[in-house]
């Protein structure tokens, strides 16, 4: 993929869930009559601006995507003429400017509910909930779990998909030591199991939580059918053809997919004598990998691609959906849990219970932008709904500067009858200020650690 698969759903998605958060602002700032001068989605030098609306509002796109504001008439900004003071910002009740700070958040919460709807109601191929072992002694396997088991439900959440499955015991792990999991057995029949959490930790410098418990989603063994031969690659530079079944690799016999990938990915620039049966009879071919750089590190490549067994996705895949009104129901229990789980992650971070190597920058972010749109427009949107919530509780956070600080100045305001003194707010500002330079520099931090390690 080329920079722009990433950074082109990056800025798309990142200006949409901006232009949303705006808009509530914007609604709402209307709707109580407040003036709004300018909209900008954006910051710095201007690439697209003109007037529109009876107040001839500026709309302006930035040349900075990460940010926007609503401008609207303010005293504490300019001289406001006596007959417009009653449309401006700060001469309204404390419950009207409230509305209006909050309606930013508001708005991208409830496009996340929107956005899940869309994903519940049309359908989404997840993987299945079932399990492989990755070590015969991990805490999976000491808890009875067997390669092809497949999840049913954790506690008493239904489970349908891996996604489901790791959801529930990541939320499980902030609060449970261990979990009861209703199991449809590999080798038939319906069981539980109790699996221990407390040696689980939800960390980015700790392994993936299903990876501490010793659990990978389940693959089928692949036969080692060749598929799809790349026109001039090695394997058909050596003669390797579609349907080919590959039975030895130099001395080691061949039985799965996995093992003829681990065999060839090892060998960059090695000649390699494969063995494949064709037609009833067994054929030797010399094929040199070439050499590709993944992740830092030199790996061999062929050219081929694997023949999909029969029935070998619906062995791994569920088909999803939901009828509207359901769909809607776990629309809004999804961003609900999403943005709870999102703070009680920041919570732990604050009080020290979480490494804050768990932040992530733009720069991650736009790495799953681009992955998510080349897995399709459902997960794609998906990630704009986590984005999207992730976007509303940050601004929810009782820091100056953000929605937050201003809500929490106008909860003081209401509690002591007057407005809170502007020397406060000053400090406040300044001090929220410096806490959000320091949260976006642990993110840069976090991001560019990410990258140089791979």
Request: net charge negative; hydrophobic share 50%; charged share 20%.
């Amino acid at each position: 993929m080329s920079i722009l698969d990433y950074l082109l759903p990056f800025i798309v998605g990142l200006g949409l869930l901006i232009l949303i958060h705006e808009l509530g602002h914007y609604s709402v700032a209307r709707w109580c009559n407040v003036k709004v001068l300018r909209f900008s989605v954006g910051f710095g030098r201007p690439l697209l601006k003109w007037r529109a609306g009876k107040d001839a509002t500026e709309w302006v796109l930035a040349i900075f995507p990460l940010g926007g504001y609503v401008k609207m008439l303010d005293e504490r900004e300019g001289d406001v003429p006596a007959a417009q003071r009653h449309r401006a910002f700060n001469t309204q009740p404390v419950g009207r400017r409230f509305a209006i700070v909050a309606a930013g958040p508001l708005a991208n919460l409830l496009l996340a509910v929107g956005l899940y709807w869309v994903v519940f109601v049309g359908g989404v191929d997840e993987l299945r909930a079932r399990v492989q072992l990755t070590a015969p002694d991990s805490i999976a396997a000491q808890a009875g779990f067997r390669d092809g088991d497949e999840i049913v439900a954790v506690g008493d959440e239904v489970v349908q998909s891996w996604q489901d499955w790791r959801w529930a015991v990541l939320k499980a792990v902030m609060d449970e030591s261990s979990v009861e999991v209703t199991v449809d057995a590999a080798d038939g029949g319906r069981v539980m199991r109790r699996l221990p959490l407390d040696a689980v930790v939800v960390d980015e410098a700790k392994n993936d939580p299903m990876a501490q418990l010793g659990l990978r989603p389940f693959q089928p063994p692949i036969p080692p059918v060749l598929g799809q031969i790349v026109s001039d690659a090695p394997a058909e530079l050596a003669g390797l053809q579609s349907g080919d079944v590959v039975l030895q690799i130099d001395a080691v016999r061949i039985d799965d997919w996995v093992q003829l990938v681990e065999q060839v990915s090892a060998a960059p620039g090695v000649a390699l004598r494969f063995a494949v049966r064709r037609d009833g009879q067994v054929i030797e071919r010399m094929v040199t990998p070439r050499e590709e750089i993944v992740a830092g590190k030199p790996v061999g490549r062929i050219g081929v691609g694997v023949q999909a067994p029969a029935g070998g996705r619906d062995a791994m895949f569920v088909r999803i959906a939901h009828p509207p009104f359901e769909a809607l129901q776990r629309a809004v229990r999804q961003t609900w849990e999403m943005s709870t789980f999102s703070l009680a992650m920041i919570g732990r971070m604050i009080t020290g219970d979480l490494s804050w190597k768990n932040l992530s920058g733009p720069v991650t972010i736009a790495d799953y932008a681009g992955q998510s749109a080349r897995m399709g427009l459902d997960h794609y949107l998906k990630f704009l709904a986590l984005i999207s919530i992730s976007l509303g509780v940050l601004n929810l956070l009782p820091i100056p500067v953000l929605d937050g600080g201003h809500l929490l100045y106008y909860v003081i305001e209401m509690l002591r009858g007057g407005p809170v003194p502007d020397r406060v707010m000053e400090i406040g500002q300044q001090v929220g200020l410096a806490l959000l330079v320091m949260l976006m520099a642990f993110a840069f931090y976090n991001d560019i650690n990410r990258l140089v390690s791979g």
